[in-house]
């Protein structure tokens, strides 16, 4: 259950859940009232919540632990003679009867006083509601037996006449804290340190936490009102406790009975942690429930003290009654015991979720959006980029009225800076309209050419996966986790293609409302990966989706190419608004941190002065930003009149030129060039960006600590060219057309091959002393490692890569770390695990997830390094074994590593050292297997030269050519086909899936096609859900395939699968696939066949929000009123959904207005509990029944009440509902 309402809390409170740990981005700002302020009201209204605190009790609590609810200048026990006391301080609370101190009660007094309620706003659940209303009365009838036995018994009560005036001020923020302060309500100067008097405040201990759940007393002050059963229990326990030790009553039951709880301590002690936020319905009832026992249990024991003192209490009290308030007591002790076991199940099975989300969330991408985002927001000046905001053509993507937007615009002309805008206006616009049952995704990519992940196409279908599930309500977000969860186990095994990573975005898109997607500097994205992927497979994977399409680029026709076949589409060219400019100027002369005192002193004896400059370079940098930039930071480090004109007089400049000053003056500096040059080098080549600590190591001579460039000099050295980003602490160039300068020139600037400094430090680090022990043998260990060397991580993962090209030039350091078994097995450790230490989850023993007893050749077989993998095949090896078919743990030779990662060169030369080509690893996976799957064609082609096992099964009996149909790689398919021995209909064991199911579930047509030609069965169904290929396909919205398996004529339309019961339709309609969905109803699928819940596609269309299916499924005649196991109609879905266009749909169908649920509620009553005034009218107007009731009695009208939805409930009126005296009234 993920949603519980507490007592009289207010509105409903939300379970914590995993999107709470996520850290993904600020919705819209909210103001976010002082803690200690009071309740906001209209003039003359009363506060709506009697337990918001006033500014002095809540200091007096504190904000974030459990308060024991007890007010300061509120008294535990009523003086004699009076009802409950009521606080002067609280006026929200109704007033109750009071009785003058001097007047004894008589039984007319006592029979009229009455309780105010305790619960102010109602639960939902019927069964909470029922126990609520048990609770009210039996505190009613405890506070008149009280007060009975006082009037009857004045000397026994333990507070004498008259106002007590020193309240109880000892803090009360825990269960500890409010048992102090109980002792002093339930004792006098003498009584206090009895046995009886204490035993009683041990017994109010136990009881109290119970009465917190029921009251939802929580982090805050609470009136009187809602500690009145906690004050009559603490008399009525004092008064039982202490008689019943002095005759031996049988109220002695009641305490023994109250014994048990002390089982259930460390239980509420853990709810008081958790703010009593996390309580399901059945906690909450029983809980209440128990409370009302207790109560009566002291009520009978307290009659039986009053009618007959000492005498036998079976005269004077029915034997009857008090055996049924002890059973009552004994019951709801039992069911609170029942229900905390299920509490604590939950919280297991809760903390197991958190975890699987964590590891899924961490399995999809590691790209720092939201690092990336802010480190360009703060570099933007306040208030720029405005303008397009105001543009029309960019409303009109805002609006919905444009799918995709194209913003291209010349280098340096301020494309990111806007894109930071757009993200940030989005955020501001969609999350401020966002509703309880409505879901917007937002999510972002700022392309990099430096960073590996971002120009890798699967890793960006991961990381707009990752924002969206964390950018959405919990509601549907945990729906969408449990199926990037499901993608995550199913690919525990082998790398997800981009296929795969294109499949779940698609669900995830699938399951909302509306999302945005928002891609920068698409120019910087790779034209081709390191898998081979393109980015026109991107974009047009992404346009698939249905998304709102944003991207900026500069403008090529390669790119612009890319969107020939974009639906509603538009152009927006983007150049720099000269009040940007200005805005620019100005604040780098005068901004008192980054500004300059040389021109600021200047432009006070020259006024004019500011207005040339600004005159001049708006004129000439009217395009492009970056120039402007770069000449006003020029122009603020001159200090006279006559050279800032010089300066203006020289423009235009090219960039070209600018940078070929900035190099000049970094030779010109003899002392830090060099250190210049390398942090240079370092920021051209680095497979990602280097944090600060990470360049100060790398750049310095030696990589040493006593070497340590200070962070100033990173910035300092490089004359302007390179920054530090304020966010995420990395190092990077101020703008794309240095790299780009810097690359085009790199031989005549560079004093040494950029890779060749960067791959003789990442080695001279990896043989350093503290790595000579080998790999850490704990988590501790490795974690300090990590963090006392921080440079290790990106040394170990990129060294390779870097070597690539300057192998002879660094042999020598390559060998020393190569030969040496220890340093290998630290590099590895590093490289395999360390990203799971900074993503923050781990587990048990985490750092030893890696295959130990690597060797040198299993890393350059991994990189390709062909001429050192030459070199150790034939040099003595050190303190290891190195050999061509040598194995890590894992049981993995070089030649599975090399096979794996593609290296066709590195393959051939093992293969000529007879490496064995069937060899099996851990997972049963050969050679050809990890080949097959990653789409190594060259290498696929070896290893079937050298007779490799075409059909070899791993450990989940999957073949290579099930692996290669799974990732879409034709090329293999048809090469693995052509022996002639693939098996084309083999399965797996764990889910039964044949190689088609794998290529219809992933849409790879061309695939299926090469499969179907060579006879592969159409209707063969998976093992794990009993899906067809046909099933698969539509689910994920593939019409190519959906048509190419119609046209067999075997594909058979109405198949059910066998776990849920659902149909190729249900599966389309449920994902929103207009296309497919029109395919199976034009080849006569059966429209209203249900799925084991009872739900058809219509209802599941309705329910989602998928407009279009719902018109085509009603054109199609679908049942309109088909109710599902809960009673659900389309129209209740819809409505509950608050999506008004498809209530319209079905009302002109005539949809039942009325449709009932098996709770009784019409869509008239989720439409006024909702508040959706919309709704509510398109329902009145056709003739809904205004007093609908459901199985408790509650009309629409009640509803809209209890929720405080002032609108509905005059609507209603309007049309006759009638008012009930169980109605709250209308503030």
């Known amino acids: 259950m993920l949603t519980t309402t507490a007592s009289n809390m207010g509105p409903e409170r939300k379970r914590d859940s995993f999107f709470n740990i996520l850290l993904h981005r600020p919705k819209t700002p909210q103001t976010i009232p002082s803690p200690s302020a009071p309740a906001s009201t209209s003039a003359g209204q009363k506060t709506s919540n009697p337990l918001v605190p006033t500014s002095a009790s809540h200091k007096q609590l504190g904000s974030n632990k459990l308060a024991a609810g007890i007010a300061p200048d509120t008294t535990l026990i009523p ?175 009641v305490i023994d009975c109250l014994n048990k709880l002390d089982s259930h301590q460390s239980f509420f002690g853990n709810i008081n942690q958790r703010g009593y936020i996390q309580l399901s319905d059945n906690l909450l009832e029983v809980s209440t429930n128990l409370l009302a026992a207790i109560m009566g249990s002291l009520r009978v024991s307290l009659a039986s003290l009053r009618t007959n003192f000492v005498v036998n209490m079976a005269k004077a009290v029915g034997g009857d009654d008090f055996a049924d308030s002890q059973q009552a007591l004994t019951t709801a002790m039992e069911a609170l015991d029942r229900a905390i076991q299920q509490e604590l199940l939950f919280d297991e099975k809760e903390r197991e979720w958190k975890d699987e989300c964590e590891k899924t969330l961490d399995f999809l991408s590691k790209i720092p959006a939201n690092e990336m985002h802010a480190d360009v927001r703060n570099r933007r000046l306040k208030d720029s980029g405005q303008w397009i905001i105001k543009n029309e053509t960019f409303q009109k993507w805002m609006d919905g009225n444009l799918k995709t937007l194209w913003c291209p615009g010349k280098p340096g002309a301020g494309k990111t800076f806007l894109a930071s805008v757009i993200i940030d206006h989005c955020l501001t616009v969609y999350y401020s309209s966002i509703t309880e049952n409505k879901s917007i995704g937002i999510a972002w990519m700022y392309f990099n050419y430096n960073d590996q992940d971002t120009n890798s196409m699967d890793q960006v279908m991961a990381s707009l996966t990752k924002q969206l599930i964390a950018s959405v309500a919990p509601e549907i977000g945990t729906s969408i986790m449990t199926d990037a969860t499901d993608f995550r186990k199913k690919h525990k095994s082998g790398s997800p293609g981009p296929d795969d990573y294109f499949m779940v975005l698609s669900k995830v898109i699938g399951s909302m409302e509306k999302t945005v997607l928002i891609l920068d500097a698409l120019d910087e994205c790779a034209d081709t990966d390191s898998k081979g992927v393109n980015r026109e497979w991107l974009i047009n994977s992404l346009l698939k989706l249905g998304a709102q399409l944003l991207i900026t680029s500069r403008d090529m026709p390669s790119i612009e190419a890319l969107f020939e076949k974009a639906p509603d589409f538009d152009k927006l060219a983007i150049s720099p608004a000269s009040q940007d400019i200005k805005s620019y100027i100005k604040w780098r002369i005068y901004d008192m941190k980054y500004g300059s005192p040389n021109l600021r002193d200047l432009l006070k004896e020259n006024q004019s002065l500011l207005e040339e400059i600004i005159q001049v370079v708006v004129e000439k940098y009217s395009e492009i930003f970056n120039l402007a930039r770069l000449q006003v930071d020029t122009i603020s480090e001159l200090t006279t009149r006559g050279e800032v004109r010089e300066a203006l007089e020289a423009l235009p400049m090219e960039e070209s030129e600018f940078y070929h000053q900035a190099i000049k003056r970094i030779r010109n500096q003899k002392r830090h060039r060099d250190k210049a040059f390398r942090i240079l080098a370092w920021t051209l080549c680095a497979k990602r960006p280097l944090s600060v600590g990470e360049m100060q190591l790398a750049a310095a001579i030696k990589p040493l600590e006593d070497f340590t460039l200070k962070k100033s000099d990173i910035v300092d050295f490089c004359g302007g060219l390179v920054l530090v980003n304020s966010e995420s602490g990395t190092v990077a160039f101020a703008h794309l057309t240095i790299n780009e300068y810097l690359k085009s020139a790199s031989k005549d600037i560079f004093p040494t091959e950029p890779e060749q400094v960067i791959a003789s430090t990442c080695l001279t680090y990896l043989s350093l002393p503290p790595f000579k022990s080998g790999s850490c043998p704990s988590d501790e260990e490795f974690e300090t490692r990590l963090k006392e060397n921080i440079l290790l991580d990106y040394a170990s993962r990129h060294w390779g890569q870097h070597a690539q090209s300057v192998q002879e030039q660094v042999h020598e350091e390559a060998f020393v770390f190569l030969l040496d078994g220890n340093l290998v097995s630290c590099c590895v450790q590093t490289m395999s695990v360390s990203t799971r230490s900074a993503s923050g989850y781990k587990w048990r023993n985490y750092s030893q997830d890696f295959p130990k007893r690597t060797t040198g050749l299993h890393l350059t077989a991994r990189f390709g390094l062909l001429y050192l993998s030459e070199r150790l095949l034939l040099k003595p090896s050190g303190n290891i074994d190195i050999a061509a078919n040598s194995k890590d743990e894992y049981s993995q030779t070089p030649l599975q590593y090399a096979a ?44 079937l030269e050298q007779m490799a096992e075409v059909d070899s099964k791993d450990e ?124 199976l109803l034009e080849q006569m699928a059966e429209v209203d066949l249900k799925d084991k819940y009872g739900k058809t596609p219509l209802s599941l269309a309705a329910q989602i929000g998928h407009e279009a299916i719902v018109k085509l499924l009603l054109e199609q005649k679908a049942e309109v009123d088909s109710k599902d196991k809960d009673g659900w109609s389309p129209l209740s879905w819809a409505v509950e959904n608050g999506d008004e266009a498809i209530v319209k749909l079905l009302l002109e169908h005539n949809a039942e207005v009325d449709s009932k649920d098996k709770d009784g509620w019409s869509p008239l009553s989720w439409a006024a509990e909702n508040g959706d005034e919309a709704i509510v009218k398109l329902l009145l107007e056709h003739n809904a029944e205004v007093d609908s009731k459901d199985k408790i009695g509650r009309t629409p009208l009640s509803l809209a009440t209890q929720k405080g939805h002032e609108t509905i409930a005059k609507l209603l009126l309007e049309h006759k509902a009638k008012v009930s005296s169980k109605d709250p009234p209308l503030q």
């Open 79 to 253: 003086p004699k003679g009076a009802s409950i006391p009521i606080s002067s301080s609280v006026s929200s609370i109704s007033q109750v009867e009071t009785v003058q101190q001097t007047t004894p009660f008589s039984q007319q007094r006592i029979d009229r006083i009455t309780l105010p309620p305790l619960i102010k706003s109602p639960h939902k659940n019927p069964r909470v509601i029922k126990a609520q209303e048990k609770l009210q009365k039996a505190t009613e009838e405890l506070k008149a037996e009280h007060s009975k036995y006082e009037t009857k018994f004045p000397s026994h009560t333990l507070v004498k006449d008259g106002d007590i005036t020193s309240p109880y001020s000892l803090p009360t923020e825990d269960v500890a804290d409010f048992g102090k302060v109980a002792q002093q309500a339930l004792s006098d100067h003498k009584v206090g340190e009895s046995t009886t008097g204490r035993k009683a405040t041990i017994f109010m201990e136990k009881v109290y936490p119970i009465a917190s759940i029921v009251l939802g007393v929580v982090s805050f002050g609470a009136d009187v009102a809602g500690l009145a059963p906690l004050k009559l229990t603490a008399n009525a326990l004092n008064v039982v406790v202490n008689e019943a030790a002095k005759q031996q009553t049988r109220s002695s039951r």
């Open 900 to 943: 794996e990662a593609g290296q066709e060169a590195v393959v051939k030369l093992l293969l000529d050292h007879k490496a064995e080509v069937d060899s099996k690893d851990g997972y049963d996976q050969t050679p050809l297997s990890w080949a097959a799957q990653n789409g190594h064609e060259a290498v696929v082609k070896l290893l």
């Open 956 to 1079: 989940d009996s999957r073949t290579p050519l099930s692996w290669a149909a799974k990732n879409g790689h034709e090329a293999m398919v048809k090469l693995l086909l052509e022996t002639g021995k693939a098996k084309v209909d083999s399965k797996n064991i764990k889910d039964g899936e044949t190689p088609l199911s794998w290529a219809a579930e992933g849409g790879h047509e061309a695939v299926a096609k090469l499969l179907l030609e060579q006879k592969a069965k159409v209707d063969l169904k998976d093992t794990k859900y009993g899906r067809t290929p046909l099933s698969w396909a539509a689910q994920n919205g593939h019409e190519g395939v959906v048509k190419l398996l119609f046209e067999t004529g075997k594909a058979e339309i109405n198949v059910k699968d066998t776990k849920y019961g659902r149909t190729p339709l249900w599966q389309a309609a449920r994902n929103g696939h207009k296309g497919v969905v029109k395919l």
